[in-house]
């Protein structure tokens, strides 16, 4: 199993950056995808979620209604539209997947992980 992230950049504050994830080689009955983060000198933390079986999604405090967490068009790929970018949005993010039932953002539940892509948000 492997998920490659593409998409990561730099922007300005306020501008957009849209972040894809393909996930290779996994079960078909994989359940949940979800996208984390993590700042320097600062503990990863969930990001969104999105379920397989119901399209549910679930995104932390600080990022909704900004961010938007949707299936690819390709299989096996989930895309995470990031608007109104923020300087504490600055992170490496990091695509996640599991098998099973689950919608939320605890790190411990997820099995597989990208390699992390860089976003950063400055002037």
């Known amino acids: 199993v492997q998920l490659v992230e593409n998409g990561g950049g730099s922007v300005q504050p306020g501008g957009s950056l849209t972040l894809s994830c393909a996930a290779h080689?996994?079960?078909?009955?994989?359940?949940?995808l979800a996208w984390f983060r993590q700042a320097p000198g600062k503990e990863r933390e969930g990001v969104a979620c999105?379920?397989?079986?119901?399209?549910?999604?679930y995104y932390a405090n600080s990022v909704k209604g900004r961010f938007t967490i949707s299936r690819g068009d390709a299989k096996n790929t989930v895309m995470l539209q990031m608007n109104n970018l923020k300087p504490d949005d600055t992170a490496v993010y990091y695509c996640?997947?599991?098998?099973?039932?689950?919608?939320?953002?605890?790190?411990?539940?997820?099995?597989?992980w990208g390699q992390g892509s860089q976003v950063t948000v400055s002037s």
């Open positions: 999105i379920s397989k079986m119901d399209e549910a999604t």
């Open positions: 080689g996994f079960p078909e009955d994989y359940f949940a």
């Open positions: 996640a997947a599991r098998s099973g039932g689950y919608l939320g953002l605890s790190e411990s539940r997820f099995d597989y």
